[in-house]
Structure formats: C-alpha cells, structure tokens
C-alpha cells in the first residue's frame, strides 16, 4: 500500500510486498514518489545501462519532476551521449542489492508509435 504525503501524492515503497502503480500512473508520478528506487537506462546508441538514484536526482532538483517528463531529458552520457531505448524503474541494482525481487519493477520503456497502414 502507498503511503500518502502531502504535495506528493502517494509514496511507492522499494520495499516489502506492496501492490506496485500501473505503468501509467508511475509515468505520472513525480520521481520523489519512489523514494530509494533506481532509474535504470539502456542506451538506444551503444546499448550500455546507465543507472541514476531517485535520491541523487532528488538533490539535484529532479525529484518534483514527473517520470514521463523526465525520461526524455535522460541520456547515456559516457562520450556517446545516446538517448534511452529501455528505462526501467527498478527497487535496486543486480549483484548489489540482494533485496531486489520481480514485485520490485516497473516497466516505463518508451512505447513505440503507432504506424498507420
């Protein structure tokens, strides 16, 4: 269950068994909504993953921002400067944290645009 906080709405726990929002409501979420949880970015130009912390962002002045817009802004920055091609929203980093489970990840890939035919 979502914890509710003022000006922030609900708060996504990166813990326990808590029911996770739907694709759709976590792109309308501000990024402060999921305290302690990882933006995790495959580049769409090299395809390496670029991992960014909520906190991080947060202290940077990112954390207000909703997801949906804060996803274009992302890019690989290691010399390619690549745009994503995969963002995830994710409880922990693999091999680091041993707390991560399947319940702990929200998919927000870019969804591809419709092609008239």
């Known amino acids: 269950m979502a914890l509710s906080s003022g000006d922030v709405g609900a708060i996504y726990r990166s813990w326990g068994n808590d ?24 580049c769409g130009k090299c395809g390496r993953e ?36 995969v963002v995830e929203l994710i409880t922990g980093i693999p091999g680091i944290n041993p707390h991560i489970s399947s319940h702990g990840l929200v998919d927000i890939r870019p969804q591809p645009p419709l092609i008239a035919t």
């Open 19 to 42: 029911p996770l929002p739907s694709r759709d409501v976590a792109l309308a979420s501000p990024l402060r909504a999921f305290k302690s949880w990882y933006l995790r970015m495959e």
């Open 50 to 85: 670029r991992w960014l912390a909520e906190t991080h962002l947060s202290i940077a002045g990112k954390g207000g921002m909703l997801i949906r817009d804060l996803i274009p802004r992302l890019r690989h920055g290691e010399r390619c400067d690549g745009e994503p091609r």
